[in-house]
Each structure stands twice: as structure tokens, then as C-alpha cells.
């Protein structure tokens, strides 16, 4: 997911935050379309800059398709576009088909080219092109001796296309308190699910499963003629990414893996991973507050004072207006889930707003907490969100895993866990066979692969990653932040450059200094 939102708030807020905020975009200019004004962007980016990057002729699947160069104000010098046409459903080879635009920067020491990487997107929906557009002045190293190659997945073709009933949500999101409130969640969700195939002109609905997406990315490398690829993969990509070495691990000849899930360990272990984590920086900001007068909660216990707001807020919900969303209430859960930035922004302005938001929560005012809290609430319930990943297995599959996860979740963090994940709450009612899994990964054939996470975040599922595959590394960037190559981060570029160029790992234990 290398799509990093601003400001960004939430426990897990790589892959809740970028969802709400990107489809808020999406829903406001969708319409201004539909009031007949101009087209509506699909996470951020413009359907005109889209088709402008995109040539009318096709790639073949023989390594000889035609590259033409992009158009677009921002890209950059020498970029080359075509396209591949892939099956909606791999399962019947001759049925429907997509186009998936790709994007070329060829070696700029051709002489002295290895081969091709390819960027393997996060989301899930982002688009590699916009990724590789924003990375490329950082990866001028790597472009010396590598063609770098872009492409939007399956993912992002279902969001330029989404048909409106699958944007209308099914309910208001909640921790459900028993039983029947979770089946009752669920069953509307389920519903709305049914309710967007039916519409779906598409047929990418049942068949956005990163098992699928791992069969287009061995698209792409057919349509390069390259014997093996070397990736960069990251946020989300990383399932994709898995679901590649599992079914194709004799193409890959390196894999850079940059803030990734772990979805092969399961969901509830990945959301068990970041409460740790952010207990660790909760910590931080509690010191940080302690020793700085213009917090709003310094010369309190800050802990405790959160502590108590959640509690009081799971008794007797804070009622809010929000100009998005209208009016509704803000419970402990809301909090736990959408309340502390672990990032503390420039000048730790996310923190001061944070005890602020906390300091007036606590006399009644949620106004700090209600438009992005809520609107999760009612995009995750939206079934074009949570159809994107559901066919990888982020479901719950009951109440008892969801008690399950509560309980250890309450061992783990006393500020955060006790509540259900959200996207695991919409993907709960999902009707369709869970395509993807998780399973483990093939135990040989994989090369050593390189692994950068930070150590406020996102190291703790990449190192998850990286230890399934024996003599493999885990950089650690100290300091916050998601996707240290899309943020221009100079030191976990180098090692990917490095590793990716040399096939030569760090010495385990490497940090990178925050930058």
C-alpha cells in the first residue's frame, strides 16, 4: 500500500486510512461526473491522465509488444506505456478479459542491464504506474542497471469501473457486543455484497484474490520475455507477492519487500503485531507529553487519561456532528481503532492534536475524532472496499475467532486491543469461497529475499515475512513511516539497490537512522 494518506490516524492506519480517504476522493468526483462536469479519479488519479498513458494497441504475450512513450505533465523523461489483456477469471483462460496498463523506464547503462523489476502495488487498489511516477527520481541507481516496470493490477481496473450500489454501504460498522449483533453485521454485509456482484458489468467482483493477481504479474514477465523477474513489492503487495512465490517461485530471482502484510500468518496475527507496536509508541507520546508543556495533557498521566476516555466512551458513546457523515456517536472502540497517530508529524503536530482531540473528548467534544472515525465506519461497509481483499481470506470466519482475537488482543495492548479489526468485520459477510487462503509458503526454490520495515510500524509484518525464508534480512528504519522507497528514504534504497543489483544482503540486524 504504498499509498501514504495525510494526515494518517489509526492504529493500523496504512491499510484503514488510505482506503477512507481515497475513496472519499473517488466519491466526490464520481458525482461531479455523474452532474455531467468532469471525470471522477480513482484514488487520486485522473481517468484523462490514465488514458493518456495508455496506447491503443495491446501487448502480446510473446515479449515483443509495443511500447510508445507516456503522455502526462508528470512523467518522467524517457517512460515507455503499453498494455496486456489477462483473463477476468484465470480458471477459464478463453472467457472475458482486462486490460492492465504497464509502464517501462528502460536501464539508462543499457550494456551493463541485469534485467527488469517489477513494482508490485499496495491497496489494495493502488496503481504501480503513480507509484513508479512518484519513485523514480529516487531510484536513478536502480535504473542504471535495471528496466523499471509498473503496472495497475485488477484491483484498480474494478475501482476506474466500481458501479454505484457497490459505493452505497451497508450499515454503520460497529464492535459487535454478541452473537447476534455480529451475525446481524454480517448478514447486511453479506447482502450488500450480493447486491454489488449483480451490478458488476466487470466480473472482477468474485475474482480480485491475490492468487489471481500473482497470474497476472506472470502476465507481465511473459509480456517482458524476461526468464525471471526481480520485484518490489509493498503495504498490501506484499499478498500478491506471496501468492506469486507460491505458485511461481522459480521466476523470481530476487524479491525487495518494503512495509508488507503478512498474509500468509493470517489476519489476526497481523493486527496482533501492530497492537504491540503501538503500545511501544504509545509510550513515547505518553513521555513525549510528560516533557512538553504544549501538549494538552502534560502534567497528567496521559495513559490514564486515554485509558479512561475509551472505557467511558464504550459505556456512554460520545455524540458527534460531522459535516461529512452527519450525526452519530463515538464509542471506546471508535477511539481504540481510528484515535492515536503513531507517526507524530512534523513538529509531533499529530500528537498535539491527538491530546487535544483527547483533552476535549473527555469534556465532550469528539470533533477531533468523529469525521475520520465514522467515515471508516461507513467506507469499509461500502462492499467495492472490502471486496478487494476479502478473497484473501481477511475475513472473520465467526464469533468465536472474533472473541478469540479480543481476548489475546487485550493481553497484548491495555490502550488499544479488545476490539474487532474493521476489515475483518466486512469481510466477515463476504458469500464466496475464500479464494486465496493462508497457507504456508513453498519451504524451497525461493531465493534469500531483503525485508525494510520501520520500527514504529510496519517491521514487525515484514520481518514475519522475511523469517519464512531461510538466510533472508530485515532492515529496521528507526523512525515512522510506511514504504521507505516511495518516501524517498536515502539509506533502505541504497540496501534495495544493493541487494537487488548484487544479490548482497546487509548483515542481519542492519538499521537505517531516521532520515
Not at 503496472?151 to 457486543?177: E, G, H, I, N
Not at 472502540?333 to 487535544?356: E, I, K, Q, V, Y
Not at 467534544?365 to 478487494?388: I, K, T
Request: with cysteine; charged share 20%; hydrophobic share 40%.
Amino acid at each position: 500500500m504504498g499509498d501514504i494518506p495525510k494526515p494518517a490516524r489509526g492504529i493500523s492506519r496504512w491499510w484503514w486510512a488510505v482506503r477512507f480517504i481515497s475513496v472519499m476522493t473517488m466519491m466526490r468526483t464520481k458525482e461531479r461526473r455523474q452532474r455531467g462536469r468532469t471525470a471522477w479519479l480513482a484514488v487520486g488519479v485522473t481517468a484523462a491522465a490514465l488514458a493518456g498513458m495508455t496506447p491503443a494497441a495491446s501487448a502480446t504475450r510473446d515479449g515483443q509488444q509495443t511500447w510508445r512513450d507516456c503522455a502526462g505533465q508528470d512523467t518522467p523523461a524517457g517512460m515507455r506505456c503499453a498494455a496486456i489483456e489477462v483473463p477476468v477469471d484465470w480458471a477459464k483462460p478463453d472467457g472475458p478479459t482486462i486490460k492492465l496498463d504497464l509502464a517501462r523506464l528502460p536501464a539508462t547503462e543499457s550494456t551493463h542491464r541485469i534485467g527488469s523489476v517489477l513494482g508490485i502495488p499496495g491497496g489494495p487498489g493502488a496503481d504501480g504506474i503513480e507509484d513508479l511516477k512518484r519513485a523514480a527520481a529516487d531510484l536513478t541507481e536502480l535504473g542504471r542497471r535495471f528496466d523499471i516496470v509498473a503496472y495497475k493490477p485488477r484491483t484498480r481496473v474494478w475501482l476506474d469501473q466500481v458501479p454505484p450500489s457497490c459505493m452505497q454501504p451497508a450499515t454503520s460498522l460497529s464492535d459487535p457486543r454478541n452473537r447476534k449483533e455480529y451475525t446481524t453485521q454480517a448478514t447486511a454485509m453479506a447482502k450488500a455484497f450480493e447486491a454489488c456482484q449483480k451490478t458488476d458489468k466487470t466480473g472482477l467482483f468474485a475474482h480480485m484474490d491475490s492468487l489471481s493477481a500473482a497470474r497476472d504479474m506472470e502476465a507481465v514477465r511473459e509480456a517482458l520475455g524476461e526468464e525471471r523477474l526481480s520485484f518490489m513489492a509493498n503495504s498490501y503487495g506484499g499478498v500478491p507477492a506471496a501468492a506469486y512465490a507460491r505458485l511461481f517461485p522459480q521466476r523470481i530471482r530476487a524479491m525487495y519487500l518494503d512495509g508488507v502484510i503478512n498474509q500468509v500468518d493470517g489476519w489476526p496475527n497481523q493486527g496482533l503485531r501492530i497492537l504491540r507496536v503501538a503500545e511501544r509508541v504509545f509510550t513515547r507520546f505518553t513521555a513525549w507529553c510528560a516533557a512538553t508543556p504544549a501538549c494538552a495533557l502534560h502534567g497528567q498521566d496521559a495513559g490514564a487519561v486515554w485509558r479512561k476516555l475509551i472505557r467511558d466512551a464504550d459505556r456512554k458513546p460520545i455524540p458527534v456532528t460531522t459535516s461529512e457523515f452527519g450525526k452519530g456517536t463515538l464509542t471506546g472502540w471508535h477511539l481504540r481503532s481510528f484515535g492515536f497517530p503513531t507517526d507524530p508529524g512534523p513538529g509531533n503536530a499529530n500528537w498535539l492534536a491527538f491530546a487535544a482531540a483527547v483533552h476535549n473528548a473527555r469534556g465532550g467534544d469528539g470533533s477531533g475524532f468523529a469525521e475520520f472515525a465514522l467515515g471508516n465506519a461507513r467506507v469499509w461497509a461500502m462492499p467495492a472496499m472490502p471486496a478487494m481483499s476479502c478473497g484473501d481470506d481477511r475475513g472473520y470466519t465467526s464469533y468465536a475467532q472474533l472473541q478469540k482475537f479480543r481476548r489475546q488482543a487485550r493481553k497484548i495492548s491495555p490502550n488499544f486491543g479488545g476490539g474487532a479489526t474493521m476489515d475483518a468485520l466486512a469481510c466477515a459477510g463476504w458469500p464466496l469461497k475464500v479464494a486465496n487462503p493462508s497457507r504456508p509458503l513453498p519451504s524451497r526454490g525461493l531465493p534469500p529475499v531483503l525485508g525494510v520495515g520501520s520500527t514504529w510500524g510496519d517491521y514487525a509484518w515484514t520481518e514475519s515475512f522475511t523469517k519464512m525464508i531461510p538466510n533472508s534480512v530485515t532492515v529496521g528504519y528507526d523512525g515512522p513511516g510506511h514504504v521507505m522507497y516511495l518516501s524517498g528514504r536515502k539509506c533502505p534504497i541504497r540496501h534495495a539497490t544493493t541487494y537487488l543489483a548484487e544479490l548482497k544482503l546487509p548483515t542481519p540486524g542492519t538499521t537505517c537512522p531516521a532520515e
